[in-house]
């Protein structure tokens, strides 16, 4: 069974440019969450997908947006990067409500 | 708001010492609440989950923690800490309820964990 992998690993940007992250589900999982760790931090709900489709949102303007495959594999785009973006993000697979698996995560640095 | 805490960021002990780190929430509703563990270097790993039923929860490597519905707390414990256990604990909680709340973990900001030899 393999788990949940993140692509690429370590992202240096500058301001203002846009960013897409990956992330491959488990195998039979069909929900895919994405969270932001800040540095020293617990991780932020950005948004759930299911069924290719935005289902949930946390507090994150719109220039956060995502697609979900129907592999259920997923991306996270950002727009117009900001300093602040800079944190690790994190890809969580499950199938529906049952418990999330994390993946090793994306370090974004914005410059 | 919905909102989760943990009381301490940064907790020392030798080995053998008990641990106990404490995590309150504030949720209305039924709730389902989570401790990860993130090892250096590694990702986050689910250490027990509560959803329902005896409130004393027993999960991976000898951890355990009771939820107190009352208190709003789910603290995590372990009686005889290794030097293993190095790492830093996340709670989490989610409310139960439609399907968009499914992924939708609130996380406390984090107990860093280092035990001594």
């Known amino acids: 069974e393999t788990g949940v992998t993140q692509s690429p690993t370590h992202l240096i940007k500058t301001r203002g440019q846009q960013v897409t992250l990956r992330c491959s589900s488990q195998?039979?999982?069909?929900?895919v969450s994405w969270y932001q760790q800040a540095l020293g931090q617990g991780p932020q709900f950005i948004f759930q997908?299911?069924?290719?489709?935005?289902?949930g949102r946390g507090n994150f303007p719109p220039r956060f947006s995502g697609l979900q495959f129907p592999n259920y594999s997923s991306e996270l785009n950002v727009n117009a990067l900001e300093l602040d973006d800079s944190a690790l993000y994190l890809c969580?697979?499950?199938?529906?409500?049952?418990?999330?698996?994390f993946g090793p995560g994306t370090r974004l640095t914005v410059l | 708001a919905q909102s989760v805490s943990q009381h301490n960021h940064h907790v020392i002990l030798s080995e053998a010492a008990s641990l106990e780190l404490g995590c309150n929430y504030s949720?209305?509703?039924?709730?389902?609440l989570f401790w990860y563990v993130q090892y250096p270097g590694q990702h986050l790993q689910l250490l027990l989950k509560?959803?329902?039923?005896?409130?004393l929860v027993k999960g991976i490597k000898g951890f355990e923690a009771e939820f107190i519905k009352s208190k709003f707390s789910f603290n995590l414990r372990k009686p005889s800490v290794q030097w293993s256990d190095t790492a830093e604990y996340f709670c989490?909680?989610?409310?139960?309820?439609?399907?968009?709340?499914?992924?939708?973990?609130?996380f406390g900001a984090g107990t860093q964990v280092v035990v001594t030899p």
């Open positions: 969580a697979s499950s199938f529906q409500g049952d418990e999330q698996f």
């Open positions: 195998s039979g999982h069909n929900t």
């Open positions: 997908y299911y069924r290719e489709e935005e289902n």
């Open positions: 949720y209305g509703g039924t709730v389902n």
């Open positions: 509560y959803f329902s039923g005896d409130p």
């Open positions: 989490a909680a989610r409310s139960l309820g439609t399907t968009d709340s499914w992924g939708k973990l609130q």
